[in-house]
């Protein structure tokens, strides 16, 4: 195995005890904001079982683990192939972790554009330089949006303590996949927001019986700028800071309720109140139904 510079999680075992993990945070350029996410650059010589083990050691919400590209790649030098795994369970799919698996290579290899095949697809990403900072834009697989069944919003709000009430009417419940499964609700005020205190393992069985990864909670502040928290119970994390594949949801979402054009840059604030805040930027395309999620990423020492 190659080793890239790091820091070493072990898990007893050979093949784990010489895997470096990176550890970078991304949607932000300050390492003490945004989402961090582990990044193992080369793990081939992994099972599902150790590298479950490994993001439990790291205990981010995701690590990300690459490893060879599929033997048709056009670029082989630039595709690769992209697991995520939570401290429970894999992921079909991490934005977060994509934008710093992204950065992280284009430290090593330069900025430009890398291909990852992923469970939930191919997600192509871009990666440039602007002001002295790697900045990533990863694109989504085809999303969508489905209703939700009443019974389980309800379920939700009991969950999340929030009477009926505190839901903004313009944003009605619905799924939203880019990758993984959604359940959106939109908030009535910043405020109740803010208040965020929900019953872990309640949410957390509700959201394996409906098959969803995080539970977008959405307070829109303008036409374009929105406040998002997004609780991750099960992963095993109470809430993730910034979020790249609920945002492309989320993106999906705005547009096929009417929300937002098909011609938008929206800007998304996330973890203002966990004291990790992280800005990600959704933009949508006229005549093009993927929705791509930019932002930076910065090493943690």
Request: glycine residues 8%.
């Amino acid at each position: 195995m190659t080793i890239i510079d790091g820091t070493a999680a072990s898990t007893g075992s050979p093949a784990s005890a010489t895997t470096e993990v990176l550890r970078y945070t991304a949607f932000s350029a300050d390492p003490a904001g945004g989402n961090p996410a582990g990044v193992v650059l080369d793990a081939s010589g992994l099972d599902d079982a150790e590298m479950l083990r490994i993001a439990a050691e790291v205990g981010y919400s995701e690590t990300a683990f690459l490893t060879a590209p599929p033997e048709d790649a056009a670029e082989p030098d630039r595709s690769f192939t992209l697991r995520f795994f939570s401290p429970l369970a894999e992921v079909s799919f991490c934005g977060h972790a994509t934008v710093a698996t992204s950065v992280a290579l284009a430290e090593l290899r330069g900025p430009g554009d890398f291909v990852f095949t992923t469970r939930a697809g191919t997600v192509p990403v871009s990666v440039v330089e602007h002001d002295g900072a790697l900045r990533a834009t990863l694109t989504s697989v085809e999303p969508h949006t489905e209703e939700a069944a009443p019974e389980d919003v309800a379920e939700a709000l009991a969950a999340l303590d929030w009477p009926a009430a505190d839901l903004d009417p313009a944003f009605p419940p619905r799924i939203a996949y880019a990758g993984a499964r959604h359940l959106v609700l939109g908030a009535a005020t910043r405020k109740r927001l803010a208040e965020l205190d929900y019953d872990f393992d309640r949410l957390a069985a509700l959201m394996q019986k409906m098959g969803v990864t995080t539970v977008p909670l959405v307070w829109r502040e303008s036409e374009s700028v929105f406040h998002v928290r997004n609780p991750f119970p099960v992963g095993g994390v109470v809430e993730d800071p910034a979020t790249g594949a609920a945002a492309a949801a989320l993106g999906a979402y705005l547009r096929d309720r009417g929300l937002v054009g098909d011609d938008a840059t929206l800007a998304l604030h996330q973890g203002d109140d966990l004291g990790r805040p992280g800005r990600l930027e959704v933009t949508l395309r006229p005549g093009d139904s993927r929705v791509r999620v930019s932002g930076t990423a910065a090493r943690i020492a």
